[in-house]
């Protein structure tokens, strides 16, 4: 384990924006086209998706297991496990809408959090931020409640078994992947 | 490790699309809004994201060397480390796509390419989809090239700089941190 952290590349020099057109407004998300000024003095159209933050929680059981849930999404039709995940409501902090999702989409609630890194999903195109934790010590406090447009179950996962829906590259869902990948070499290391 | 991989879930129905309303069409992105069935009986409207696939590529060089460009993200406004990746243009294979980024971004080429798993950046409201490559035995082939809206810069990391990066959470582009989080994976496992 290597305790070498290179620096962060030397920061350019913003793109100013001269102007913005706004596209689409809605809850769930927005669309907005920047007329930027680039370095080399040209100047280009770029769009920006907005959606507000989102959590990814990876829930850890007193045992040691991990729970997941199977979760069906309309824009690809398929069902696949997932972390616990939603959006943070507007005035809500990211911890709370982590607490929420989790007692809502899993029915369990944690005994403490501890923060992962988090991430932009898409920052080719989306400020959209998702912001991770690990819940640990989790019990059940109920059944799952989905909203009206989701349908999931739950399952509790050994370290094995989500090392091995890992390697075999069944996480489809970015959040999932990568906060399970974070976990697992958080909790590999001595200490 | 273990080779225990559980099933995916029971296949949910899939939600019936009644209509569809086109809100935005554009080469860098479409919106739509979906009036979906769900499996309550209730309708509701569904928006989804229209982006096309993307490519992202781990560059190892023959000396074990991971290749990171430094780029500047116009919609948080950071210069921060990526792995290559981009767009698969209209017709281009994935495998094409990831060549010319490599090329492109990192000025390099590679001796072979194996496939890392895929993954849904943003499921919950878009079917955009990553296919991911290590391109293994990268030679410097000349500069990087970058577009007029590209400022980027490309330097080499040691595998523990890359541990060491990952670790502390510096990756926040969600497709570097878990092209090079599935990379540290495999090349760790014996054979």
């Not at 350019?12 to 680039?38: K, V």
């Not at 907005?50 to 040691?64: F, K, N, Q, T, Y």
Request: proline share 7%; hydrophobic share 40%; glycine share 8%.
């Amino acid at each position: 384990m290597g305790a070498e952290v290179p620096e962060e590349p030397a920061a350019f020099a913003p793109f100013p924006c001269l102007s913005t057109l706004r596209i689409y407004d809605s809850r769930w998300c927005g669309l907005r086209r920047d007329l930027l000024r680039l370095h080399t003095g040209r100047e280009q159209e770029h769009h920006v998706i907005e959606i507000s933050d989102a959590v990814a929680v990876v829930p850890v059981l007193e045992d040691g297991r991990v729970a997941l849930i199977g979760q069906y999404r309309y824009v690809h039709g398929k069902t696949h496990w997932e972390v616990p995940a939603g959006r943070v409501s507007p005035g809500e902090s990211a911890r709370d809408a982590a607490v929420r999702e989790l007692r809502e989409e899993a029915g369990l609630r944690a005994a403490s959090w501890n923060p992962l890194p988090g991430f932009y999903p898409i920052n080719g195109i989306s400020p959209h931020f998702a912001h991770a934790f690990v819940a640990e010590g989790c019990s059940v406090a109920g059944e799952p409640e989905p909203e009206d447009s989701e349908q999931l179950v739950r399952r509790f996962f050994t370290r094995a078994e989500i090392e091995g829906l890992l390697d075999a590259g069944r996480f489809a869902d970015a959040f999932t992947a990568l906060c399970l990948a974070y976990w697992l070499r958080r909790t590999a290391r001595p200490g």
